[in-house]
C-alpha cells in the first residue's frame, strides 16, 4: 500500500505519464483502486518504465509474495474504452466522467432521455 501511494505522487506530479484520474475505495475483497489512464500504450510504457516508481516496487512486491503463498491478491483488468455513456442524476460526476469530462444534457441535446424512455416502454 505504501508503494501504491508513492506511485499516486509521482504520476499526480507528472502528468505527461498518461494517467487522467483514480478512484478508490474497500470494496468485498479489500482494498479497492481504479485507475483511468489516457490510453493503453501510456499505462504499459509508465508499467515498465525502469526509471519509475512502478517498477521496483513491482519486483520487489514479487519478491515478498513469493516468500508467502496466497497472503495478497492482485485482481488487475485493463479496459479500452472506445465510446461510453455515463448517466448521473442529482451527484457529482465520479468515475470516466470524472477522468474525461462531462457534457450537459438538456431539451436539445437529450438523446439519451429519449433512448432510457424508450427501454423503459419496450416490451
Do not use: C
Not at 500500500?1 to 505519464?17: D, K, Q, V
Not at 468515475?95 to 432510457?116: F, H, I, M, N, S
Amino acid at each position: 500500500m505504501t508503494a501504491m501511494a508513492g506511485m499516486l505522487r509521482e504520476l499526480e506530479r507528472e502528468p505527461a505519464h498518461g494517467l487522467l484520474g483514480t478512484r478508490s475505495g474497500i470494496g468485498p475483497g479489500g482494498p479497492l483502486l481504479v485507475q483511468y489512464w489516457r490510453d493503453r500504450e501510456s499505462l504499459y510504457a509508465y508499467a515498465s518504465d525502469t526509471t519509475a516508481t512502478h517498477r521496483p516496487a513491482w519486483a520487489a512486491f514479487n519478491r515478498r509474495a513469493r516468500r508467502y503463498p496466497g497472503a495478497v491478491g492482485i485482481w488487475h483488468e485493463t479496459f479500452v474504452a472506445g465510446e461510453f455513456e455515463t448517466v448521473y442524476g442529482d451527484m457529482p460526476a465520479s468515475g470516466l466522467a470524472k477522468a474525461l469530462g462531462v457534457r450537459e444534457v438538456d431539451a436539445a441535446t437529450d438523446d439519451g432521455r429519449r433512448r432510457l424512455d424508450a427501454s423503459r416502454h419496450a416490451t
